[in-house]
């Protein structure tokens, strides 16, 4: 019963999601005006804004102009209630709970964003990376967070510089940085450098995929990949942890 309703929190966060995803890029405002559609901008009535049932319904078409509208919309919002639905199970209702959701929706909104703008917005980051060090149920916790938040980004900085030297152009960006404090924050040293591995596993056939691509626009994003390793880490953690301690325990 519980868990059904956060999973509609989740449903419902994530269509706002979708909003910060269409509008921070452009340096719109978030709230106003109301949800329309991206094409012939007619307003949306309230039974064409439920999450995911009205895309399916409409059969992922505007119901004015019967424009095509993304798949991105109800992936979001399917994506967004899988982290609450995740974290419930995992930590319960309790403070820390919802700072981690929001962290990995702000992580969710930064990853579609990098996706398609090829741009790592500071606000979803900072609030992302923030939020991360506040999910601690005292002030020992938190300080813990910090501590392995600067740690990542500073490990992180140094891996750039190096990464970079050697060869011989910017690797890594500033956004991937405080990604990096976010994992450093969620996950501790052990568990977080596993995420950069499995990270770096995940993106490295795409990036094989795509090695002769000059294009900017076709660059492979990187967040996406730390994000989505951080939250397999975070929530299997145990499986890690066994996995860590068979080898070297
Ligand atoms: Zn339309």
Known sequence: MIFGFIVLIGLIFGSFLNVLISRIPKDENVAFPASHCPKCKAPLKLYHNIPLFSWLFLRGKCAFCHEKISVQYPLVELLCAII?????LKLGLSFMALMIALSFSFLLTLSVIDYYYKAVPDSMNLLALSTAIAAATGFQGFVLNLENALLFVGGFALLRFYLS????????????????????????IQLGLMAIFLAALLALPVMMLMRNETDESKMVPFVPFLALALFIVYIFDSVFINYWNSLYG
């Open 84 to 88: 609450f639905g995740a974290v419930y």
């Open 165 to 188: 030297y050697l060869i011989k152009k910017e690797a890594l960006g500033e956004g991937d940085l405080m990604v990096a404090g976010t994992m450093g924050a969620m996950l501790g």
